[in-house]
Every structure is written in C-alpha cells, then in structure tokens.
C-alpha cells in the first residue's frame, strides 16, 4: 500500500520519491538488507537516504559504523539505486533529530 502511494505521488507530482533509512548497527545495516531495500527502492523510483542513528540513554541501538555505512552504499548503488549518505549534525549537543531532550538534576526528561 505505501509503495502504491509512492507511485501515485510520483505519477502526480512528477517529484522523485526519497526514502529516509536509519542505520542501527546490527539491525538495519545489513547486505542483505540493502538487497531487499534496494528491490522496493527500484520498484517505485525512489532515491534513498542513508542516515546513522543519532543514540539517546533511551535506546539500545547504536549507530552502524562508518564503514558499515559506506558498504551499505555500495551495494544500493551497485544496484542501480540512487544513494546519498546523510550527515548527522548537533549529536555534541544532544540536539540532533531524535536527540532533543530536556536534563533536570539527574533526571532525565525526554522532549
């Protein structure tokens, strides 16, 4: 059903969909997820977007490693897949996206 979305949109607004995906080492950062990402991606047109996960004390996951990344890439773009990696900005700060919280005392708030 999104993919038909993404179809419809396209057919539509003659604009290129973009798909956002984060990458979590361990979990989202596989070849063989890049394959099957790689065949929807082709399906609709779809550029997609490589971004590490900004880690908070409330997740488990970390980001995949810069090399894990990069070979990720690879294999989108040996499929013929348009790939940007993205830079993450503000993570010194807590302030990248998914990062944004509030401290009090030794409490922490999320925000």
Known sequence: MLEQAAIVYFQKKRRRVSIEW??????SDT????RK??????RIGAHVNLIALNPT???RER???????DRFAGVLGSLAINVTIR???GRDI???CGQLRVLSGNRLNPG
């Open 22 to 27: 984060t990458m979590m080492d361990g979990v």
């Open 31 to 34: 070849e063989e997820q890049a």
């Open 37 to 42: 990402l790689a065949v929807i991606a082709g």
């Open 57 to 59: 004390p409330l997740s």
């Open 63 to 69: 980001a995949s490693s810069e090399g894990r990344i």
């Open 87 to 89: 830079d993450t900005r």
């Open 94 to 96: 807590h302030a990248a």
